[in-house]
């Protein structure tokens, strides 16, 4: 394995084996696999579609294009492509070389890619030209003249100065396959606290991954899965995802964004039968089926997770969009729960699924670290098949979110229901999450403090009914005077390489901030007096 990755221990390794959880299959691969599928539809975009045949062409031509440029078995990449063919091919592509792609979100700027560069050692950023108006390649400059392990970037689209994607294209030739207990590639963490952390995920556990999601979500051939949230992120990877729709010989659809205006006229051109979203887009989607005009009808199942979904909008998936729900949680570290397809309907409007494998193990703990019982809120410990063991190159953080036994810390409050159903009640970590985009609070805590008109700065969610929550930056000003107002903090921060969704909803100025017996920033109180002021409009 990987240097600075954490090993399943042997004899975990072996029992997984032996479960037939993790076989040999490794990622990637699978158009290649299966000449069958030749001269099936795999890909559909608003503009092309490929074949299987297409696909594993692209795949083994960028994977030859990219051992020609001396990227190869370990190396890390940094991905961060749109919804787009070129994302698919590359991933493929790396795959197959058994080089890593570090799976960055489009929304990160200068700041994330920064760190993730720092962090994972990446050799190559591939990204795209521009999109929505920001240009990637004067970031990728910028990133590539802080980062000096930074030797090679790809742009898909009008390269600048750098090397086009396109480019990157050679004949296929032969390479060894990599091993299937090979970290395959690194997805972010979603729901730590400070600087990004990386999850190595291997081909044995991820491919189980995908066989087994697929499965609950009855995902096969006959299948078409919309890709409508960015594909990077682990949800619309492999859960079952792009990655895991592809594995089963279905069509993998690529929307450029989940708004109803890209995502519906897809649905109804490609008869897109599943496809996965996050809460505060389900309201937006259950308005527009009542008005816009495109056929919804082939549209089996819609996935929601990333964020808790209340059981009202839940309740109105059914009719609003005519297709079955399913709720999901989960974590780019591994565990997945979903509601099953013939779970009664009261458990799949309120909770949040149980444990994807028969593999998982799941304990529930009181702050003393005992189990509590069924229906009492604790904190999610757990480790199976596809549950990672330790963040990358993170020894100190790895010896505080994992048990001596190999549980991950989870930091999500949960309760069980006697069915083995989960609800979601809290978090004990430190992380906003505005409607399934996470703002680790000390991150941006350090942000704020470095600006000079700012004495004390601590981050709280506050709640919101569009988005679940709102990231609150409560500030202590350095000079009485002047307090900084909102747009002047954010503005100060997009300016240093902040994404935009990091930056704070919602300011309230303090004189102090009150402080817990042990003189920690006491969020409870700060979070309850924040609410109170936006309430009574003291908010700037
Ligand atoms: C997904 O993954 P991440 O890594 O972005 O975030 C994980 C965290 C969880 O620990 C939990 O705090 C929260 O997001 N979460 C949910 C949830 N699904 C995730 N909280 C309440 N209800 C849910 N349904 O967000 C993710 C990964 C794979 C599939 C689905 C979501």
């Known amino acids: 394995m990987l240097e600075n990755c954490v090993p399943w221990p042997d004899e975990t390794a072996d029992a997984y084996r032996e479960a037939g959880y993790w076989t040999d299959e490794v990622l990637g691969r699978w158009p290649a696999d299966d000449p069958g599928r030749a001269a099936r539809c795999a890909l559909v975009t608003a503009e092309r579609t490929l074949t299987y045949a297409e696909l594993d062409r692209a795949a083994e031509r960028r994977a030859a294009g990219l051992l020609d440029r001396g990227i190869g078995r370990d190396d890390r990449v940094i991905v961060q492509l749109p919804n787009d063919i070129d994302l698919v091919v590359c991933t493929l ?97 979603g729901g730590t606290t400070g600087k990004p952390k990386l999850i190595p995920r291997t081909h044995a556990d991820y491919a189980y991954q995908l066989r087994a999601s697929a499965e609950v979500c009855d995902v096969g051939p006959h299948s078409r899965l919309l890709a409508a949230l960015p594909v990077g992120h682990n949800f619309p990877l492999g859960c079952p995802g792009v990655l895991g729709v592809l594995r089963a010989g279905g069509v993998a659809v690529l929307s450029p964004s989940p708004s109803p205006d890209d995502c519906f006229s897809l649905i109804e051109s490609a008869g897109v039968t599943i496809t996965s979203l996050v809460p505060p887009m389900v309201p937006l989607w259950l308005e527009a089926a009542e008005w816009m005009p495109e056929d919804l009808s082939s549209l089996q199942v819609l996935q929601v997770g990333g964020a808790r979904l209340d059981p009202v909008t839940a309740g109105r998936v059914r009719e609003g969009l005519d297709c079955r ?40 703990v009181g702050p003393d670290g005992a189990e509590v019982g069924t229906g009492e809120p604790g904190e999610l410990l757990t480790r199976g098949p596809y549950t990672f063991r330790g963040y990358y190159r993170a020894p100190g953080f790895n010896r505080v979110r994992f048990t001596g036994d190999g549980f991950f810390r989870t930091g999500d409050v949960v309760l069980s229901r006697p069915t083995g159903h989960l609800e979601v009640v809290g978090r004990i970590n430190d992380v906003v999450n ?16 470095t600006m000079p008109a700012v004495a004390g700065a601590a981050v709280v969610a506050v709640p919101d009914p569009d988005m679940g929550e709102l990231t609150c930056a409560c500030i202590v000003p350095r000079g009485a005077e002047h307090p900084p107002a909102l747009h002047e903090i954010r503005s100060a921060l997009t300016e240093r390489g902040v994404a935009g969704f990091k930056l704070p909803d919602r300011l309230v100025v303090f004189d102090r901030l009150p402080v817990t017996a042990v003189g920690k920033i006491d969020k409870k109180t700060l979070t309850a007096r924040a609410v109170a002021q936006l309430i009574g409009g003291g908010a700037r």
């Open 434 to 449: 505005r409607g399934g985009e996470k703002v680790p609070a000390q991150e941006l805590e350090e942000l704020l403090m």
């Open 325 to 364: 729900l399913q709720q999901v949680y989960g974590m780019a570290e591994g565990l997945l729960n979903f509601t099953r397809l013939d779970d009664p309907q009261d458990l799949v409007l309120t909770t949040q699924g149980r444990p994807l494998s028969p593999g998982d193990e799941i304990r529930i």
């Open 93 to 189: 592509a790396l795959l197959r070389i058994g080089a890593l792609p570090v799976f960055a979100l489009p929304a990160h700027r200068t700041m994330e890619i920064v760190d993730l560069v720092e962090v994972s050692g990446a050799r190559a950023y591939v990204g795209a030209d521009v999109v929505l108006g920001h240009d990637f390649r004067l970031m990728a400059t910028e990133v590539r003249s802080r980062c000096s392990t930074l030797t090679e970037v790809f742009i898909a689209g009008e390269p600048g100065d750098f090397t086009a994607l396109a480019e990157v294209d050679a004949e296929p030739r032969t390479t060894p396959p990599p091993e299937p207990g090979d970290v395959a590639m690194f997805l972010l963490s």
